[in-house]
């Protein structure tokens, strides 16, 4: 089991940058696919980006693709998130998660952190 805590987030203007942590109680690069979601009000919980063991390989969402960037620190047990170009449709609760499939979608994944507020203003 792991614990994830998510850090980094806040209110930006549009075309802004944010840069998402989230810190791993263990080492999970060997263990875990790790990833980014997000979930706005009244909206279903959305994968933005994974990163797969080892980081060899990395996946996005069409509607974050060529903005946004996941990487790993592994001797902090760190997940970073690089949100460039912000929109207002960027506004939501951002949750790390690690499990054990390559997928975007929220349900293949074990465990959560409990998430970190983006907001984008226009």
């Known amino acids: 089991q792991v614990q994830l805590v998510e850090s980094g987030g806040g209110s930006v203007q549009a075309g802004g940058s944010l840069r998402l942590s989230c810190a791993a109680s263990?080492?999970?690069?060997?263990?875990?696919?790790m990833g980014w979601f997000r979930q706005a009000p009244g909206k279903e919980r959305e994968g933005v980006a994974i990163?797969?063991?080892?980081?060899?390989?990395?996946m996005y969402s069409d509607s974050v693709k060529g903005r946004f960037t996941i990487s790993e620190d592994n001797a902090r047990n760190t997940l970073y998130l690089q949100m460039n170009s912000l929109k207002p449709e960027d506004t939501a609760m951002y949750y790390c998660?690690?499990?054990?499939?390559?997928?975007?979608?929220?349900?293949?994944?074990?465990?959560w952190g409990q998430g970190t507020q983006v907001t984008v203003s226009s």
């Open positions: 990163i797969a063991i080892f980081g060899t390989t990395t």
């Open positions: 998660a690690a499990g054990y499939r390559f997928s975007l979608s929220a349900g293949t994944f074990d465990f």
């Open positions: 263990t080492y999970t690069s060997s263990k875990y696919i």
